[in-house]
């Protein structure tokens, strides 16, 4: 795996690949004397695990890091648990003869030598109790629907926006760019974490109050929110990749536009690209309320950013807020407290 890795990257001009290790020992003093911009890391190696190396690396030297993961549930698992320890994206370890799918890792590699990592050390040391999501006595849902789109970075930012939400939070749609079989291990651990009941969008789900519903991570199908108010379910429909991405943000958001309207919320986090910026926007022209994630508290701020230029976010606000503002733009009472959330503290 690590000469393939190697072969990979090699075939570019502008990545050098300036040392392997076979463990996470070797590792820590390659990096300690080579000092690379980028780490690619796998879960299972010998004596000592990838993820407690990635805690090791986030705390001790924050450096960005790639996990490079199976596809088995374990493998799943793991590394959802290691993009929230603060590891910047995964790709997913090919078989024997399918090093295309290796063909995304020097746009990740640049990617991550862009991200900001050194803060991650900060938010590590200043987590603490999670506070419990909003009473669903203290809110009350108007009826609109929300629709989140994110990318590199997204597993953090989710998870921090989530744990606010209440048992009853208005029927919520995402889109995050992430591999296939990882958004069913994204999804299982979200509902275990938060209030709401969150999994996989399957086709021609209707959508409920209290649920959490994400585009499962395939190269074929987009999901996308059909039907008429009151009576909306999700669809997941087969078409090419659009900003190269399948499924898309895009695609989702025009979408609600379309269907719910007025009655809608459209959420643009983290993330590498311009992925969801025109569709926040028509979400915008139809009439829904649009919030996007600040510079300072985005991983990778490229999504949001596209959308804020381009006047498809109403407002921008700090990830920490972003959970609190969802609630209080929804919700027939207008006195909802804050959500601090200990992922986010930067």
Known sequence: MRRLI???LERTSDIVVVGE???PIEARDAIKVLNPDVVTLDIEMPRMNGLEF???IMRLRPT?????SSLTGAGTDATIRALEIGAVDCIAKPEPGERELFAALPDKIRIAAKSRVGSLADRLQSRHEPRAPVSGKAYRPDGSIVAIGSSTGGVEALTAVLSCFPANCPPTVITQHMPPLFTKSFADRLDRLCAPHVAE????APLLEGHVYIAPGSPTHHLEVVGSPGRLRCRLRAAAPVNGHCPSVDVLFQSVAKTAGAQALGVILTGMGRDGATGLMAMRQAGARTLGQDAASALVYGMPKVAFEIGAVERQAPLRRIGHDILTLT??????PPCHSPQVSR
């Open 201 to 204: 969008a399957s086709d021609g």
């Open 21 to 23: 290790a076979q463990d």
């Open 64 to 68: 960005p890091v790639i996990m490079v």
């Open 54 to 56: 990635l805690e090791k």
């Open 331 to 336: 919700t027939l009472n207008t006195d909802q």
């Open 6 to 8: 190697r072969a990979v």
